[in-house]
């Protein structure tokens, strides 16, 4: 069984930074992996991901920001956010999408970024 876990959310004040990181276990193969976030009452939308092409994608709010990192070796997705805004805040979810299309997503973390 597919297992997705987040790590390393919390509360943070307006300019500073946090990191998130993913551990997937079984990893592989994957058609994409990435980020995801959802404010209280705002969809869920993409923070940042990377395709099984090697694609990278951020969310527009995010670029110059955010730097999103994958180690395959480690099945392992990191999440280094810097300059945060209150707008920013959210539960931050990784998520893989298989190549047959099914979603995994992990519990989410919340992140919370005060003015």
């Known amino acids: 069984q597919v297992q997705v876990k987040e790590s390393g959310g919390g509360l943070v004040q307006a300019g500073g930074s946090l990191t998130l990181t993913c551990v997937i276990n079984g990893i592989s193969p994957f058609y994409i992996l990435g980020w995801w976030r959802q404010a209280p009452g705002e969809r869920r939308e993409e923070v940042a991901s990377?395709?099984?092409?090697?694609?990278?994608n951020y969310g527009n709010s995010v670029k110059g920001r955010f730097t999103f990192s994958f180690d395959s070796d480690k099945s392992m997705l990191v999440l280094e956010m810097t300059d945060l805004k209150s707008e920013d805040t959210g539960v931050y979810y990784c998520?893989?999408?298989?190549?047959?299309?099914?979603?995994?997503w992990g519990q989410g973390t919340q992140v919370t970024v005060s003015s």
């Open positions: 990377i395709s099984n092409y090697g694609t990278r």
């Open positions: 998520r893989r999408m298989r190549p047959d299309g099914r979603d995994d």
